[in-house]
């Protein structure tokens, strides 16, 4: 079992930037993929980043290249989401989701519980 606890949300002006944290529970943490999703008001759900199995590569959507970056921490068992040069598009609620094979598609094996994300103009 793995539990997954995001923090870093916030409200933050355009051109702004912020870190989300994930922290997951359980042993096999560097074996799983991980990715950070997000939902806004009256949109789909929509994979934001992610990591492959082993974290070996990594997955953008168009909309955040060169703008986020996810990466982790092993020894805390952490992925993060930096998010710089923030828009007012990317206020979601961001989610953070690990698989044990591929998070590109659903379904996830694991959902964190999610956390606010607001992009003031």
């Known amino acids: 079992q793995v539990q997954l606890v995001e923090s870093g949300g916030g409200l933050v002006q355009a051109g702004g930037s912020l870190r989300l944290s994930c922290a997951a529970s359980?042993?096999?943490?560097?074996?799983?993929?991980m990715g950070w999703l997000r939902q806004a008001p009256g949109k789909e759900r929509e994979l934001v980043a992610a990591l492959t199995v082993n974290h070996l590569d990594t997955y953008y959507t168009d909309s955040v290249k060169g703008r986020f970056t996810i990466s982790t921490n092993n020894a805390k068992n952490t992925v993060y989401l930096q998010m710089n040069r923030l828009k007012p598009e990317d206020t979601a609620v961001y989610y953070c989701?690990?698989?044990?094979?591929?998070?590109?598609?659903?379904?996830?094996?694991?959902w964190g519980q999610g956390t606010q994300v607001t992009v003031s103009t």
């Open positions: 359980g042993r096999l943490f560097s074996t799983y993929a």
């Open positions: 989701v690990a698989d044990r094979i591929s998070v590109l598609t659903a379904p996830y094996d694991y």
